[in-house]
């Protein structure tokens, strides 16, 4: 296993996706819980201001090269990151795999409905799959113990919670122990694309690596996060010794 790259102060495995694949198989062995987290340009410039976000990410299992400007930061501190690791394709491969391994997953997070179709279309696309659970992402701190409740009855293998950076992190971390599943991840925006409510890219934006540009001309209330990107270069450069 590769040393972890530094990228402004958070650990990034520098593993490709069948390497990622490959771990995530041995935390579904191993049956205790493990966080992954899929780190991006965004994701990193949180953390260098928000302690406890860095210390999860750094306490994580997994982390994941999610997009283009992580992967060009380690490259930039002249680190091996063999290629991007998207968050969404990470866990379409996690279910894609699913139904031959008999495993159980619980989705969690998104506005009301989305999950639930997020649902139908992996039911579409990974024919056998077991979606143990759904629970819509907004909720008050009265519902949370029941939330907690729901995804322990379910006891799915694999966890995917899409709250937003970096609440879903904050929120895995705080209750990974009680759930005791054996895979989660933070999400994002994965429920939103599987449900048509979101567009990924074309591919050919992808591999040109511009998928972060078309995210902000498709949402452009998201645009001022653009900001973050040219300071995320900038704090790379300036902390590369
Ligand atoms: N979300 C949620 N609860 C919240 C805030 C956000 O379920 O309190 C959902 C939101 O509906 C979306 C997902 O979290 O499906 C990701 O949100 P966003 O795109 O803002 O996140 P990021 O790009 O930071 O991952």
């Known amino acids: 296993m590769r040393d972890r790259v530094e990228i402004l102060g958070v650990g990034v495995d520098p593993v490709t996706m069948d390497e990622a694949l490959a771990r995530v198989e041995g935390f579904f062995s191993a049956r205790s819980p ?28 997994l982390v994941v090269p999610d997009g283009a400007g992580t992967v060009w930061a380690a490259h930039h501190l002249g680190a091996d990151m063999p290629e991007r690791v998207a968050g969404y394709d990470l866990a379409q491969e996690i279910m894609r795999r699913a139904p031959s391994a008999g495993r159980k ?20 696309l990974y024919p056998g799959i077991s979606i143990v659970g759904t629970r819509n ?24 919670v899409a709250l937003g950076v970096p609440k879903q992190e904050k929120w895995l971390a705080a209750h990974m122990d009680e759930l005791n ?10 429920f939103d694309v599987m449900a048509g409510v979101m567009k990924r890219a074309p591919l050919w934006i992808q591999r040109a690596k511009l998928e972060w540009l078309f995210r902000a001309m498709l949402q452009p209330k998201r645009a001022g996060r653009l900001l973050a990107l040219p300071k995320f270069v900038f704090k790379v450069h300036a902390s590369r010794k």
């Open 181 to 190: 599943v054996p895979v989660s991840i933070g999400v994002g925006g994965t």
């Open 137 to 160: 992402g907004y909720f008050s701190a009265d519902e949370e113990q029941s939330i907690i409740e729901q995804i322990k009855r379910a006891q799915p293998d694999l966890l995917l």
């Open 105 to 124: 997953i619980f989705f969690f997070g998104s506005a009301p409905g989305v999950a639930d179709k997020a649902k139908l279309k992996a039911e579409q």
């Open 34 to 61: 493990h966080l992954i987290a899929t780190a991006n340009a965004e994701m990193l410039m949180n953390a260098t201001h928000d302690d406890q976000l860095r210390s999860i990410l750094n306490g994580a299992d």
